[in-house]
């Protein structure tokens, strides 16, 4: 999965509440902005009950070998594969984000390219988790194969959700549906590449 996440809102309870998830009144409120979140980066994650903090990268106690982390799990082959299986039946999550960044769609030499809902909306991703030796939990993002309206610009996209219709199906260990077929995008500067890199002025809009 060569992308990175962007989370530019600081108060992700209220995001939730405004779009419909069932968020306890007792839930952090102020989480700091992440404008570049690559691998093993920290993610702020719903599994239907709390918020809780989770490292991007799937890693099971029993993987020894950390460089076998998982970014992201396929929709077409989740419930078959033996490493995902118990999570994605028990441990499901949605990923409150405004926009990804993929580092390189499939136009010739376009470079990295912000992408987002019209207006920047939030929008939810879908995800499983699972704790690592340290105990951490550990997170993987569901693909897809891209939708018609998506397929020039990338081969596969995630699952995501604009509100609680779809996470909550999700959540509640259901099929998932109600997911987001088109996004909008623009070309941003290739400092994104450097995880080192947390300014949101790089996710301007730059001339091709």
């Given amino acids: 999965m060569n992308r990175r996440l962007v989370r530019t809102f600081e108060d992700v309870r209220g995001v939730l509440l405004a779009h419909g998830f069932g968020v306890r009144a007792d839930m952090c409120r102020a989480v700091p902005p992440d404008y570049n979140t690559g691998a093993h980066g920290l993610l702020t994650i719903f599994n239907g009950r709390?918020?809780?903090?989770?490292?991007?990268?799937?890693?099971?106690?029993?993987?020894?070998?950390?460089?076998?982390?998982?970014?992201?799990?396929?929709?077409?082959?989740?419930?078959?594969?033996?490493?995902?299986?118990?999570?994605?039946?028990n441990s499901r999550c949605v990923v409150p984000v405004d926009a990804y960044v993929e580092l390189n769609p499939r136009m010739a030499g376009a470079g990295p390219h912000l992408v987002y809902r019209p207006h920047r909306a939030p929008f939810f991703l879908a995800g499983l988790f699972t704790e690592n030796l340290d105990g951490n939990p550990t997170v993987a993002l569901l693909t897809q194969p891209a939708s018609t309206a998506m397929r020039s610009f990338c081969e596969r996209m995630p699952v995501a959700f604009e509100d609680h219709i779809g996470g909550d199906k999700w959540l509640a260990a259901k099929d998932f549906s109600h997911n987001i077929e088109w996004f909008e995008q623009h070309r941003i500067d290739a400092?994104?590449?450097?995880?080192?890199?947390?300014?949101?002025?790089?996710?301007?809009?730059?001339?091709?």
């Fill in 50 to 89: 709390a918020l809780i903090p989770g490292l991007w990268g799937y890693m099971p106690t029993w993987m020894k070998d950390q460089s076998r982390f998982q970014l992201s799990a396929r929709s077409e082959t989740v419930f078959e594969k033996p490493m995902f299986q118990g999570p994605v039946r």
């Fill in 191 to 208: 400092r994104i590449l450097d995880e080192a890199q947390n300014d949101p002025r790089l996710l301007n809009r730059i001339s091709a």
